[in-house]
Nanobody, 116 residues
Framework: QVQLQESGGGLVQAGKSLRLSCVAS????????MEWHRQAPGMRRELVTR???????YYDDSVKGRFTIARDNAKNTVYLQMNSLKPDDTGDYYC??????????WGRGTQVTVSS
């Protein structure tokens, strides 16, 4: 099973940017889609963005226009560029890999804190 490792989280001020990375221990080209999920303190985990194997993207309305997901199959890495960060973006961010409509792998998360 492919292992996923997130990194790039940290503490930033509102309005600033962060780039998260999700590095896989093996090839990600075989996955149907890669996703980023977010879990805010005391809240359930929710889907933030998705990129399919063909490059089609989906963004939750709360991040549309501010976040960009990208995948580099050659590096087995998925990125999440987060711009114009808001305090509501605070949470733990998790990378997920989907295959045949099911979650195949997910990471342990990276923490993002946005101060006002």
């Amino acid at each position: 099973q492919v292992q996923l490792q997130e990194s790039g989280g940290g503490l930033v001020q509102a309005g600033k940017s962060l780039r998260l990375s999700c590095v896989a221990s093996g090839s990600i080209s075989g996955f149907d889609a890669m996703e980023w999920h977010r879990q805010a303190p005391g809240m359930r985990r929710e889907l933030v963005t998705r990129i399919t194997s063909s490059g089609i993207t989906y963004y939750d309305d709360s991040v549309k226009g501010r976040f960009t997901i990208a995948r580099d199959n050659a590096k087995n890495t998925v990125y999440l560029q987060m711009n114009s960060l808001k305090p509501d973006d605070t949470g733990d961010y998790y990378c997920y890999a989907l295959r045949n409509g099911r979650y195949d792998s997910w990471g342990r998360g990276t923490q993002v804190t946005v101060s006002s």
